[in-house]
């Protein structure tokens, strides 16, 4: 699974920012809303004036800031500029990108130049240029809770969906079910998730489907752990087990998982990427199987218990050295 977070999508546009050079660009617009991101880092790496697509189009007054700009910096009105760079954030089948082209005057239409930041396919006609080439699968910060690769991904609640209980919520009693039926909201998705896999127990089905509810998160799937009590599933210590093999043997692409010392595990139980809420990483598979043929830099990697486990078995094998004798 290709990742990109906030950070890398920074980085993308500063180190290929020269492929707009050539274009002597004087007024960025983005396409709303995921396209607005990259517009205004564009904008404001080249320092000239952004505004959004409907702005432009409606020809609206730019709203000036105090700082100077590189060029132009008397025009006002987006018509008036020469250059003009329509972003998006990214281009896959090209349609939304061929839509706001249509709707462009023709009158502007030879001082528009079209770019994304990322494609789906090394070469394309349907944009002037493209800043890097990312294939599918692949993922972004800004939309993987509002787009279709839910339809195809494990969630876990507490810590993604919800807060996390605290020590005194988390008793396995009146306080836990009290948290259950008012969790605080963190990332609400948009659309329907395949599973939600959790290692809630059993018997608090329905204060959890009642919450889910609620919050109108749909989903197809609800996978939750069938033990008595919170302190037989920590005697099993099986947390991550659990999710990994309910991930594996599913026929979906990605587990959203809150810890990274689980998002860890499931990824070297199941073979599949993991992406962590606590890091805002993804844990990949195919890193994974590059760390197996490294041992010396797996250890860094797994799990503290799996170490340990390590450890131990280093230990047992150790032979001293042999003292020589006269």
């Known amino acids: 699974m290709n990742y990109k977070s906030y950070q890398n999508l920074s980085d993308d ?30 904008s404001l790496f080249l320092n000239v004036h952004c505004t959004d697509f409907d702005s432009f189009i409606e020809n609206r007054p730019l709203i000036k800031g105090g700082r100077k700009l590189k060029m132009n910096n008397s025009k006002v009105l987006p018509h008036d500029f020469e250059n003009i760079l329509l972003v998006d954030d990214s281009i896959f089948t090209g349609n939304s990108m061929k839509d706001k082209k ?81 969790a605080v909201p963190l990332l609400l998705p948009t659309n329907k998730i395949h599973s939600l896999v959790t290692n809630r127990l059993e018997k608090y089905r329905s204060d959890t489907e009642m919450w889910l509810k609620n919050h ?22 099986i947390n991550a087990k659990h999710k990994a093999r309910y991930y594996k043997n599913s026929n979906t692409l990605l587990f959203i998982e809150s810890s990274l010392y ?56 150790k032979v001293k050295k042999p003292q020589l004798t006269n």
Not at 14 to 42: C, E, Q
Not at 155 to 166: E, R, S, W, Y
């Open 13 to 42: 546009i500063k180190s290929n920012l020269y492929k707009l050079g050539k274009y002597n660009i004087d007024l960025v617009v983005g396409i709303p809303r995921s396209g607005m991101i990259p517009s205004y880092m564009i």
């Open 102 to 182: 249509a709707a462009i005057p023709d009158k502007l239409k030879n001082k528009v130049i079209t770019t994304a930041v990322y494609s789906s396919d090394s070469k394309r006609n349907d944009v002037d240029c493209y800043l890097v080439y990312l294939p599918p699968p692949r993922v972004f910060e800004w939309n993987i809770f509002h787009g279709l690769i839910l339809s195809k991904s494990c969630v876990d609640i507490d810590g993604v969906l919800c807060t996390d209980p605290t020590h005194d919520e988390n008793d396995d009693g009146v306080n836990y079910i009290n948290f259950l039926q008012n």
């Open 216 to 237: 109108g998160i749909a989903y197809d799937n609800l996978i939750m752990l069938d033990l008595p009590s919170k302190e037989d599933r920590q005697n099993l210590k």
């Open 262 to 317: 689980q998002a860890k595990e499931i990824c070297l139980l199941s073979g599949k990427d993991v992406y962590c809420i606590e890091t805002n990483s993804m844990v990949s598979a195919n890193t994974i199987n590059i760390l197996k043929n490294n041992p010396l830099q797996l250890k860094k990697y797994l799990p503290r218990d799996i170490k340990k486990m390590l450890r131990s078995i280093v230990n047992t094998v």
